[in-house]
């Protein structure tokens, strides 16, 4: 495994801005753009079925952004037959299956993977054999993990909102949170499973989520685009680059420490 911890950007609420005026600005293909520039290992997009952000065409300009440049698109998409047959045609590098309910403001959980097997099953084997790097966003629960590899995943994305809002409200629960990560992190990995970790991580929160060396990517979004408000896109992201790499650093010296 290497050592270096790679960076999504999500660059769904660049899209929301646009919506809320029904404008052509700003461009998430533009953000995208900034954010491959500013240290971005790849770009994320979650094209809902309400389409309240990100749409059909911002897809298409992404999908041909990502491949000018080489870098991969991560498309969020819900386990439905339209969704399936949009990441058939664009054959993105990677497809992360989410939960979407219509009344959410945002992702508010993980996707029941073992409750949801013979739904989930076939849509990962389409997408894998279309060349597709399948990844399930889940809750870090053993009996996710394992429902994860038993469909056929090759990533899962641990949902991490739980443990950053517990350390943004200051609640005592953080740290058992964090431990559920690890042990996730842990147990995937040990299954042969990459993975990746991401929803609601900030400053704040980012080191203790990037130190778990079993984690290879980090998928952020949200707050990124709100910091961009304040300090610009590329220093919001050069930011969070530095404090992953910090991170991941502390974390390999002092396992190589021990």
Known sequence: MTNRLRLGVNIDHVATIRNARGESYPDPARAAEIALQAGADGITAHLREDRRHISDADIDALAALTRRRGRPLNLEMAVTEEMRAIALAHRPHAACLVPERREEVTTEGGLDVAGGHNRITP????LRQAGVRVSLFIEPTEIQVDAARLVGAQVVELHTGAYCLAVRESSARAI?????????????HGLGLEVHAGHGIDYETVAAVAAIHQVAELNIGHFLVGEAIFTG??????????????????????????
């Open 176 to 188: 058992g949170l964090l431990a559920m990560l690890r042990a996730a992190a842990a147990r995937a």
């Open 233 to 258: 896109l590329d220093a919001a992201i050069r930011r969070m680059r530095t404090l992953m790499d910090a991170a991941r650093a502390s974390s390999a010296s002092g396992e190589a420490a021990a």
């Open 123 to 126: 849509v990962v084997a389409a």
